[in-house]
């Protein structure tokens, strides 16, 4: 049974989360990835950074939907994730657009789980970490890949 050692990407490329979001932004379109494990100082993984948390950007301000009851307001979409959207929307650094304390697998998960946290949980990019430490990446074109191999 193939592993994720066994398709991933091992030269990582990573932004930290002061990176401009430009910068990341042209990094993605320009290697032509999915996504950005994005990595401390001491170089633990702290996010990752997709496409589409970049597409983001391009929404508009969502706005609460409200009702009333015995005369108060009650909003329908929480204040903490309009919140939320508003950073991600207005992201200057990848720090403010990144997905934080993303799924990870391990250089020994099977193959099947890969594909079904990507299939069930539309993932496209996933950190591989071991030992607390980033040691490689799968997307969903490495595990497309076993399929010729």
Do not use: W
């Amino acid at each position: 049974m193939l592993k994720v050692k066994d398709i991933m990407t091992r030269e990582v490329i990573t932004v930290t989360p002061d990176t401009e979001i430009l910068k990341a932004a042209a990094l993605l379109l320009e290697k032509r990835i999915n996504g950005l494990p994005v990595v401390d100082k001491a170089g633990q993984l702290v996010g990752i950074l997709c496409q589409s948390d970049l597409v983001v950007q391009q929404k508009k301000i969502p706005l609460p939907s409200l009702f009333t009851l015995l005369e108060g307001f009650v909003p329908l979409t929480s204040m903490k994730r309009i919140d939320r959207e508003v950073e991600k929307i207005a992201a200057v650094t990848v720090s403010q657009a990144m997905t934080p304390r993303p799924v990870i697998v391990h250089p020994q998960t099977g193959i099947e789980e890969v594909a079904a946290l990507m299939a069930d949980k539309k993932y496209h990019t996933l950190p591989v970490v071991e030992d607390g430490r980033l040691v490689g990446i799968v997307g969903k074109e490495d595990v497309l890949k076993t399929l010729f191999s």
